[in-house]
């Protein structure tokens, strides 16, 4: 006999789970102890609330990638231009940080 779906889950199926913003696996709904969680499948970041639709929409919510505050997206390799920045700068981790993130494009 196959078993029920909750209502979380019943949820989660209409509005969709985005997949985890931390590692990209698949996630899943559960309710231990009676709080409605969507839990990655990978790394098993968890979001909890009272209601199984709480916890789908703050799981499936994003900040925009290039829109957060303080934060700059940079190549994953440094650019010559990068690299130069960082040798030409003060010899602290900080300041080389800064400078080489400022180099970025």
Known sequence: MPEELTETEILADAMGLLP????GSEAKVSTPYG??????KG????IS???GRGAIRKWNTRLPIAGAHGWKLVPV???SAMR???KR???TELRIYQAM???AP
């Open 101 to 103: 993130v400022n180099a």
């Open 20 to 23: 985890c913003p931390m590692c």
């Open 77 to 79: 390799v440094p650019t």
């Open 84 to 86: 130069l920045a960082g």
């Open 49 to 51: 609330d009272h209601d």
């Open 35 to 40: 709080v409605q969680c969507v839990i990655c």
């Open 89 to 91: 700068c003060d010899k």
């Open 43 to 46: 790394c098993h970041l968890t």
